[in-house]
């Protein structure tokens, strides 16, 4: 049972991602994920929801793009994300594109996490430590692929209404 926490280094600066500006949904509008931690962990202290991390690399994973297409892009999800959780997704495909700091950040986290394989979903509770600017991130639960909204919302949603509880 994982009930530690990892510590992970941060930037103190807000996040500067035009792709992180427009998280939250619009009707029937697909969901923003968010990019930087920084961001994602703002995001989940103003609204108290826990982080629902996305590990994938969408340039060569095919379960991810069933998962993109078949999942985060169904009405279903958008919902039950947009009450329940802030989005984060880490994609290795785009590290070249992703700041230092974040590339670290997300090589860490996936490491902490035993992520291996992709895609990998983490639900966490992350809190920052001020004094020397680090996270910690508590590892709430994690699925891999669900075919469906309904899968993958059902294999989530005790994770995200139970605190304490860690799937492994």
């Given at each position: 049972?994982?009930?530690?926490?990892?510590?992970?280094?941060?930037?103190?600066?807000?996040?500067?991602?035009?792709?992180?500006?427009?998280?939250?949904?619009?009707?029937?509008?697909?969901?923003?994920?968010?990019?930087?931690?920084?961001?994602?962990?703002?995001?989940?202290?103003?609204?108290?929801?826990?982080?629902?991390?996305?590990?994938?690399?969408?340039d060569t994973c095919g379960a991810c793009k069933q998962l993109d297409t078949q999942v985060f892009a169904d009405p279903l999800f958008?919902?039950?994300?947009?009450?329940?959780?802030?989005?984060?997704?880490?994609?290795?495909?785009?590290?070249?594109?992703?700041?230092?700091?974040?590339?670290?950040?997300?090589?860490?986290?996936?490491?902490?996490?035993?992520?291996?394989?992709?895609?990998?979903?983490?639900?966490?509770?992350?809190?920052?430590?001020?004094?020397?600017?680090?996270?910690?991130?508590?590892?709430?639960?994690?699925?891999?692929?669900?075919?469906?909204?309904?899968?993958?919302?059902?294999?989530?949603?005790?994770?995200?209404?139970?605190?304490?509880?860690?799937?492994?």
């Amino acid at each position: 049972m994982l009930l530690g926490f990892w510590a992970f280094q941060g930037c103190s600066q807000q996040a500067t991602n035009p792709k992180d500006a427009g998280a939250g949904s619009k009707a029937n509008a697909p969901l923003q994920w968010l990019t930087e931690l920084n961001a994602a962990y703002a995001q989940a202290g103003e609204t108290q929801k826990p982080i629902l991390v996305y590990f994938t690399s969408s340039d060569t994973c095919g379960a991810c793009k069933q998962l993109d297409t078949q999942v985060f892009a169904d009405p279903l999800f958008n919902t039950w994300a947009e009450k329940n959780v802030v989005l984060y997704k880490v994609d290795f495909a785009d590290q070249k594109q992703m700041l230092q700091g974040d590339r670290e950040q997300s090589a860490a986290m996936a490491q902490a996490l035993k992520v291996s394989t992709y895609p990998t979903i983490w639900i966490i509770r992350v809190t920052h430590e001020v004094d020397n600017g680090r996270f910690k991130v508590k590892p709430m639960g994690y699925t891999g692929y669900q075919p469906t909204p309904e899968k993958f919302i059902g294999a989530l949603q005790n994770f995200v209404h139970s605190p304490g509880r860690v799937n492994e």
